[in-house]
């Protein structure tokens, strides 16, 4: 029963690529964790990268969030935040098309890391999952501008601000020490940007998708009525629920009504 609710509740968010990517962040951190990194250092992007093709591809699962407390902490709210603005923006452009837009978001830092990397200094690279999710930020603060969110539940923010935060922040952290590397690191922001408004001829976002956050929400729901062809047991026991409710609130009523009559019928 269990992992049929499980199933269930997979098949309503519409977003397998999105769970799928969060599902293999968890599982391959754990697989460090009790290899204790062992071969790491094999996906990780660096210097040599030239004899390591394939590690523009896979630095973004070089992350260990079981080191402390703060990391893993951090690993859950970068989690949470891939699955809304992922999810959102996969149920808008269709698995296929969002799966180019990630290993977009995945490769172009990494080019512009091992290209111009060595040009701003000697020690470069890129370990984890922030940079392309930066990426696919951007792609959602340029489709929502005018949402509000509560960045770490505190502070009120608008998609366009955010957008900014998230420029700043990637500059910042990636280019501590050095802020050229930081800018490095975050050229493939005006990319993602470009994307989501639709100025790369080749490349665009689904013109019918929300440019905000309650279109967004009319998009679910469209969703959600795909998936329930795929899941009719759900509905149709949700509809059952909603039949015994309203019928428990017409019994209510006339229950009331017929105490009402008695009363009047009292009072004569």
């Known amino acids: 029963m269990g992992l049929q609710q499980a199933s269930s509740w997979f098949r309503r968010q519409a977003a397998p690529i999105t769970i799928g990517i969060i ?3 968890v599982v391959i951190a754990l697989f460090w964790w009790f290899t204790a990194l062992k071969g790491m250092e094999s996906i990780v992007l660096g210097p040599g990268w030239q004899q390591k093709l394939w590690t523009l591809l896979t630095y973004p699962w070089a992350t260990m969030p079981f080191a402390s407390g703060l990391a893993l902490v951090c690993f859950v709210f970068l989690c949470m935040w891939v699955f ?16 180019g837009l990630w290993t977009a978001m995945i490769l172009l830092p990494a080019l512009f890391i091992s290209l111009l990397g060595p040009v701003v200094g000697s020690l470069y690279g890129a370990a984890g999952l922030w940079l392309p999710e930066a990426g696919i930020t951007i792609v959602w603060c340029t489709r929502n501008p005018t949402a509000q969110i509560m960045m770490y539940g505190i502070i ?13 922040t990637t500059i910042l952290l990636a280019g501590f020490g050095n802020p050229l590397l930081g800018v490095v690191c975050a050229l493939h922001l005006p990319v993602a940007f470009a994307f989501a408004s639709n100025r790369i001829p080749a490349f665009t976002y689904n013109r019918g998708a929300s440019t905000s956050f309650a279109k967004a929400k009319m998009g679910d729901r469209a969703n959600l009525k ?9 509905y149709d026991e949700v509809k059952k629920r909603e039949k015994e409710r309203e019928e428990r609130e017409r019994l209510r009523k006339l229950f009331e009504s ?3 009559d008695d009363s009047t019928g009292t009072d004569r």
Do not use: C, H, N
Request: glycine residues 12%; proline residues 7%.
């Open 23 to 25: 599902a293999s962040q």
């Open 84 to 99: 809304w603005t992922g999810g959102t923006i996969e149920r808008d452009l269709g698995p296929a098309k969002y799966i």
């Open 156 to 168: 009120p923010l608008s998609g366009k601000w955010l957008g900014w935060v998230t420029v700043a």
């Open 226 to 234: 795909k998936s329930e062809k795929m899941d009719p047991k759900y």
């Open 258 to 260: 017929s105490i009402q």
